[in-house]
T-cell receptor
Framework: ETGVTQTPRHLVMGMTNKKSLKCEQHLGHNAMYWYKQSAKKPLELMFV???????ENNSVPSRFSPECPNSSHLFLHLHTLQPEDSALYLC??????????????FGSGTRLTVV | AQSVAQPEDQVNVAEGNPLTVKCTYS??????LFWYVQYPNRGLQFLLK??????LVKGSYGFEAEFNKSQTSFHLKKPSALVSDSALYFCAVRGLNSGNTPLVFGKGTRLSVIA
């Protein structure tokens, strides 16, 4: 257990469904991140939140909608996804924005399959 | 701009032999460098980091990495590979003075240790 918990671990959803991924950290970290990891592709940074404020959105389609209600929780709301959105979605947190000299702590990920 | 390169998609090594996973980087100024390991369907786990000081950094599971400023490299090494070391390895970098800029990750190198 890393201190960053992601739920659910696995999710199968149809293209017309709406679902949410949850990430929770009790490490006292002030920055949180969503990454997408597809087979045979590099890690893709999707969103960055520093002190609950979104600071980066790397041209992510609007069918992905992040929410950060407090510095311990991060959500990724999903709607009308496409099969190519099937991937492992990773949440990470860091003590300071950018990671400083401590780096990131990652959750175990949510394996998403869009059918 | 920050960047990191892992030139090998795949490294194969026999159990008991030494292993090296290569990483080169580009940042303005001094770097913070990290290695992470990912086992199947898991998040990334921290292995080791270079912040300052000794160029040879020791980390978890018997891994070490050597920081070489003139060659802008941070290769991951282990004297004697185990089958259980088989995983995906990521190098990451950020500049000391890069503010809140997120870590930049390499595309990953898959290590396969053969018994």
């Amino acid at each position: 257990e890393t201190g960053v918990t992601q739920t659910p671990r696995h999710l199968v959803m149809g293209m017309t469904n709406k679902k949410s991924l949850k990430c929770e950290q009790h490490l006292g970290h002030n920055a949180m991140y969503w990454y997408k990891q597809s087979a045979k592709k590099p890690l893709e940074l999707m969103f960055v939140y520093n002190f609950k404020e979104q600071t980066e959105n790397n041209s992510v389609p609007s069918r992905f909608s992040p929410e950060c209600p407090n510095s311990s929780h991060l959500f990724l709301h999903l709607h009308t996804l496409q099969p190519e959105d099937s991937a492992l979605y990773l949440c990470a947190s860091s003590r300071t924005p950018g990671g400083g000299n401590y780096g990131y702590t990652f959750g175990s990920g949510t394996r998403l399959t869009v059918v | 701009a920050q960047s990191v390169a892992q030139p090998e998609d795949q490294v194969n090594v026999a159990e008991g032999n030494p292993l090296t996973v290569k990483c080169t980087y580009s940042v303005s100024g001094n770097p913070y460098l990290f290695w992470y390991v990912q086992y199947p369907n898991r998040g990334l786990q921290f292995l080791l980091k270079y912040i300052t000081g000794d160029n040879l950094v020791k980390g978890s599971y018997g891994f070490e990495a050597e920081f070489n400023k003139s060659q802008t490299s941070f290769h991951l090494k282990k004297p004697s590979a185990l089958v259980s070391d088989s995983a995906l390895y990521f190098c990451a970098v950020r500049g000391l003075n890069s503010g809140n800029t997120p870590l930049v990750f390499g595309k990953g190198t898959r290590l396969s240790v053969i018994a």
